[in-house]
C-alpha cells in the first residue's frame, strides 16, 4: 500500500536503519530514483572454506565494483535482496518478468533502458546467507549465470541500436564477461591441461612431447607471459585485499593467502558453472524447453 516496495530474503538480516538510508537516497531525487540498492554482506562467513572464498567475492563486489561504476557511470544493480523499488514503476512495466532467473538483472536493464536511475545507498547494508556446500553453491551459482546469458542474449541488440548508453554499457559488460573473458578462459585451462597431460606421458615414453610450448628460440617470450600470469595472480590478490581492508576486523595475514588459494581452487569453479550453463542455454533453445526452472537454494538453520 506504500509507495515503494523493499524487498529483503527471508534469510537476511538488515542492519539498523538499513531501509532509513535506502529511502533517505530515494528522496533525493524521487523522480529520477526509482530503485535503490544497498550493500549485502556474508552472514555465515566463518562457517567453511567455500563461504570464506564467497565472503571476499562478496566484499569485492559490494564494497569495490558496485561503488566504482555507481560513482563513474551512475550505474546500479538491482541485488536479490536489500532494495526499494517505486512501486508505480514496477506496475507500469507489468511487473518482474515471469520465469527470468535473474529477475533483478532483467529488472535493473529495464530502467535503465527508461533513463531512471537505480541509486546505490552504501550506508544500507545487510547480511545474507550463502551456501556451504559445493552443490548448493554449485547450482545457486548455475541458475545466475544462465539467467545472466540469457539477460545478455536478450540485449545484446542494444549494443547497435538507439537504446540508453547505460544499458550499452552494461551489455557490453555482460557480453565481455560471460563471453569473451570466459572463453578466453576456458581456453587457458584446456592447454594447461593438455600440457600437463602431455608432460605426465612423456615421464613413461620421451618421445613424447609438450604440445603447446615455446622452444628455445621463444624463451623471451615464455618469460614475458610467465611475468604476465603472475601479475594477473597479484592483481586479483590485491583487489581482494583491498576490498577486505574496507571490511572491519577482515584485513588480515590470513584473507591474503585465502585470496591466493581462490585463484587456484574457487574461480577455476566458476568455469564449471559457465560451460554447464552455456550447454544448458543452447538445449534449451534447440529442444525448446523450459529453460527458467528455479532450483531453490537451500539455507541453514544457526
Do not use: C
Amino acid at each position: 500500500t506504500g509507495e515503494y516496495i523493499a524487498v529483503y530474503d527471508a534469510d537476511a538480516m538488515p542492519e539498523r536503519n538499513a531501509l532509513y538510508f535506502l529511502v533517505r537516497k530515494a528522496l533525493e531525487d524521487p523522480e529520477r530514483h526509482v530503485a535503490v540498492f544497498g550493500r549485502n554482506k556474508t552472514r555465515n562467513a566463518e562457517q567453511n572454506l567455500l563461504t570464506r572464498f564467497i565472503n571476499q567475492e562478496i566484499v569485492v563486489t559490494q564494497r569495490v565494483q558496485h561503488i566504482a561504476i555507481w560513482h563513474l557511470f551512475k550505474i546500479g544493480r538491482i541485488p536479490g535482496t536489500n532494495f526499494i523499488i517505486r512501486k508505480d514503476y514496477v506496475t507500469g512495466i507489468g511487473g518482474w518478468r515471469d520465469g527470468a532467473l535473474t529477475e533483478d538483472t532483467d529488472i535493473s536493464f529495464k530502467i535503465m533502458q527508461s533513463g531512471k536511475l537505480i541509486a546505490l545507498a552504501y550506508n544500507s547494508e545487510a547480511f545474507q546467507q550463502e551456501p556451504e556446500h559445493i552443490k548448493d553453491y554449485y547450482y545457486q551459482r548455475l541458475r545466475w549465470a544462465k539467467g545472466n546469458y540469457q539477460v545478455v542474449i536478450n540485449n545484446i541488440k542494444h549494443l547497435f541500436d538507439r537504446s540508453n548508453w547505460r544499458v550499452k554499457i552494461e551489455t557490453f559488460y555482460y557480453a565481455a564477461t560471460f563471453f569473451w573473458f570466459n572463453a578466453a578462459i576456458l581456453l587457458s585451462d584446456i592447454l594447461f591441461v593438455v600440457n600437463v597431460a602431455f608432460y605426465i606421458a612423456g615421464l613413461f615414453n620421451p618421445a613424447i612431447t609438450i604440445p603447446f610450448t615455446f622452444g628455445t628460440n621463444n624463451v623471451l617470450l615464455a618469460q614475458v607471459l610467465l611475468v604476465n600470469w603472475v601479475l594477473m595472480i597479484l592483481l586479483y590478490m590485491l583487489q581482494i585485499n583491498i576490498a577486505m581492508a574496507t571490511q572491519f576486523g577482515q584485513a588480515t595475514t590470513k584473507q591474503i593467502w585465502l585470496s591466493f588459494l581462490s585463484y587456484f581452487t574457487y574461480t577455476q569453479l566458476f568455469m564449471a558453472v559457465s560451460v554447464h550453463a552455456v550447454l544448458q542455454v543452447m538445449g534449451d533453445a534447440l529442444f525448446h524447453r523450459n529453460g527458467n526452472v528455479w532450483v531453490k537454494t537451500k539455507r541453514f538453520n544457526d
